[in-house]
């Protein structure tokens, strides 16, 4: 008896601890956006908030169920209180480009920056407590910041948000905000001749969308709006190439020194531009045929218009940013130093460091009588990767020096093609490899993720959260998916 009661009350405190109740949305808010914007500064050791200003507009696109969030994903979380009781009312994970750029060389090294970061709620109609909690190296959450913040400041700034030159677009609307998933896809790089483009562009991704499961099955879940502001130059900037372009967002490739690494620290022009429809997700459009492409969490997800992978890149980028999706590689170079510190479990939905088999967290999903770990072909599958690595280096090389030499367009043309097709012949096969896999639809536990080769694990041999192609999200990935499109939905 005393062990059952034990056991009872072991459980009843852990789920208090992870997971809170939702409130009665009308007690304590109104159906209005209050946008909050800060400053993040610091480098690898040190981080702060500073606030910046607080702007109220439109109607509230979230859950006006579901305002507190339990996922546990990412690096940051909001918390807000309501002053008078004390109650926890909102709360929001999510990950931050400045949270990426603290694992980077330049910040192990002290380098401190800054980065301007927006968090959305809806209006409370009382004083609240604000605060950023932020992760451990060990994933426990600490308070960063707190301030109070009351709706009536006459210092909330309630400026008519329209910009004259913004076009909205609806491209798929299934009904009310409130109970879908709200989706804005921007336009980079499209100046004012390319309206057309980027409606055409809208509605073929649009499209790419909803041919992939789980999207596919809840279409009527979404409502997907295009915004056009057309861009002062076409194109985008490749700063590896010189190239620079005067852009809407200012996205840029070489973010974080990597070349297919592709982001905006413009946060403030972004949250301007995306506040012409409500939403709940950021898609940044890129009007290039370069590869590449970028997600962080709960911030926004960017993708190219125009590359022979840009359906793959559209549906990995939004896996990150819509449901908090690791990446599943492995073997690519980032720029990243320790991004999962071995032995400590990551808190994305589809990595684990596999510290406690009983407690893996899809476990549910597990094929039955599978090993854990499951032991995979990978030692063939890096052979494979390491004779392509070596070849891409030199079809790459013919690339630059081709370029460097001043030699004509149709000789590089001619150069990149080759590597197209050298890129495409190596992903059929490895295609071919993963459908020949013994583990070929399988889910285990797989060593291989997260940028580590060893003490990483992903759910599945392949999914578009590991390789390139067109593919589908591996079981965990969709599931992973399905919960957040519940959570907004509801
Ligand atoms: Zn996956």
Redesign the pocket.
Known sequence: MKKLSTTFLFIFVLTIVTSFSQVKFDDYFIDKTLRIDYLHIGNAKTESIVFDKAYEYGMWAGSTKNTIDNFNNGRYYCKVYDVNSGILIFSKGYDTYFGEYRTTTPAINGQTKAYHESVLIPMPNNKIKYTIESRTKEQKLVQIYQTEIDPSDINIIRDNIIDKAVRVYKSHVSGNPHNKVDVVIISEGYDSNEDMKFLEDMKRFTGVFFSQEPYKTYQDKFNIYGIYKPSEESGIDIPLNKIYKKTTVNATFNSLGSDRYLLTDDNKTLRDVAAHAPYDAIYIMVNTSKYGGGGIYNQYATFVNNNVWNEYVFLHEFGHAFAG?GD?YYTSDVSYNDFYPKGIEPTEP?LTALINKDDLKWREFITSGIELPSLWEKAEYEKLDKEWGVERVKLLKNISDLKSSNASESMIKLAEQDYQTAEKKRNDNLDKFFKNSKYAGKVGVYEGGGYSSQGIY???VD????SKGKKP??N??ENAILNMIKFYTE
């Open positions: 999706l599943e589809n992903r759910p599945m999914c578009i959260m590991f999200y591996c965990v990935c």
